[in-house]
């Protein structure tokens, strides 16, 4: 699933496991909320340290501008964005890059309960701006 020499392996295969709990619980079919909520449920049963909706600056030029609000910061060091869609877009990739790049993270996650399988994607942000995707 996850391979050993990324990052954070081992904490992002418990967040992977989290989220097959849930949607093997769940399926698909229900709203983004629902299955925020159940994930939460799975954080806390593993004792996993969380925000939920953490809420962060964005600045511009030394100017804030606004806040982004991603679904859940683990440990502080992964940002975790969910979706409930029957497919992801390009759009959704890079809503969850630019949350690596406005918090400064190295590692997120993107998981999709909405699909027939759960559809997750392990974002990499460089750092020099240099982001790739890694899909596992």
Do not use: W
């Not at 994930?39 to 925000?51: V, Y």
């Not at 877009?89 to 890079?94: G, I, P």
């Not at 400064?104 to 993107?110: M, P, S, V």
Request: aromatic share 10%; with cysteine.
């Amino acid at each position: 699933m996850i391979k050993d020499e990324y990052k954070y392996s081992e904490l992002t295969g418990k967040i992977i496991g989290c989220a097959m709990e849930v949607h093997n619980n769940l399926d698909n079919g229900f709203q983004e909320v629902i299955y925020q909520r159940a994930l939460e449920i799975e954080f806390k049963d593993i004792d996993m340290l969380f925000s939920r909706e953490f809420e962060m600056p964005v600045i511009y030029k030394g100017v804030q501008i606004g806040t982004r609000r991603v679904d859940f910061l683990v440990k502080g060091i992964i940002c975790v964005e969910i979706k409930a869609l029957i497919e992801l877009q390009d759009v959704h990739l890079a809503q969850a890059i630019n949350y690596l790049e406005a918090y400064n993270l190295e590692i997120g996650l993107l998981i999709n309960f909405g699909s027939r399988s759960l559809d997750f994607k392990r974002l990499v942000n460089g750092y020099e701006c240099e982001v790739g995707i890694e899909i596992v």
